[in-house]
T-cell receptor, first 111, second 113 residues
Framework: GQQLNQSPQSMFIQEGEDVSMNCTSS?????WLWYKQDPGEGPVLLIA?????ELTSNGRLTAQFGITRKDSFLNISASIPSDVGIYFC???????????FGSGTQLTVLP | DTAVSQTPKYLVTQMGNDKSIKCEQN?????MYWYKQDSKKFLKIMFS???????INETVPNRFSPKSPDKAHLNLHINSLELGDSAVYFC????????????FGSGTRLTVV
């Protein structure tokens, strides 16, 4: 089956710093998605990417669909305390019916 | 209005019991899912229904039985609960099969003691 490797597993950063996390897949994906999960809640979609090379922003968040179609990254600029949570990448290849999720990046923002 | 609602939010039960988790979506979506999130936060698909038809059934023990009475509801019944079933179970929906905009419920934390 599809496998996603997401890194880093966790990050501790100071408020105001920029953050970067990435995902790589074992197969070519035709869609990459980034979700955020707050404690006690379900994941919420942040950014969706549909084309290789696509760069999309959502406020302070920017994500890119890798040219090889096997990777994606998410950047968060000028982090704030409410950025705390678990960030998941997710994607799907043409042969799969459902999304596969990465293992998550736990982000902690220190004041 | 909550888009995808799950009940109960928390469920503590003894080994061997049978329990159900209910899910409802008011988004008019055709496809619904059950995901299991383990203690390491890994999200794994369990089942998917499209217009009440089962379309994904991953390697899940047959003690787990989903039921979709209509396309707005997808319930999960678990028989003979085991300690390893303890996890957070998320219901999600999307407009249609192979759509990527999943909307998740807030989860049901199941603890088997």
């Amino acid at each position: 089956g599809q496998q996603l490797n997401q890194s880093p597993q966790s990050m501790f950063i100071q408020e105001g710093e920029d953050v970067s996390m990435n995902c790589t897949s074992s197969s070519i994906f035709n869609t990459w998605l980034w979700y955020k999960q707050d404690p006690g809640e379900g994941p919420v979609l942040l950014i969706a990417l549909y084309k290789a090379g696509e760069l999309t922003s959502n406020g302070r968040l920017t994500a890119q669909f890798g040219i090889t179609r096997k990777d994606s990254f998410l950047n968060i600029s000028a982090s704030i305390p409410s950025d705390v949570g678990i960030y998941f990448c997710a994607g799907r290849s043409n042969s799969a019916r459902q999304l596969t999720f990465g293992s998550g990046t736990q982000l902690t923002v220190l004041p | 209005d909550t888009a995808v609602s799950q009940t109960p939010k928390y469920l503590v039960t003894q080994m061997g019991n049978d329990k159900s988790i209910k899910c409802e979506q008011n988004l008019g979506h055709d496809t619904m899912y059950w995901y299991k999130q383990d203690s390491k936060k890994f999200l794994k698909i369990m089942f998917s229904y499209n217009n009440k038809e089962l379309i994904i059934n991953e390697t899940v023990p047959n003690r787990f039985s989903p039921k979709s009475p209509d396309k707005a509801h997808l319930n999960l019944h678990i028989n003979s609960l085991e300690l390893g079933d303890s996890a957070v179970y998320f219901c999600a929906s999307s407009r249609r099969d192979r759509d990527y905009g999943y909307t998740f419920g807030s989860g049901t934390r199941l603890t088997v003691v």
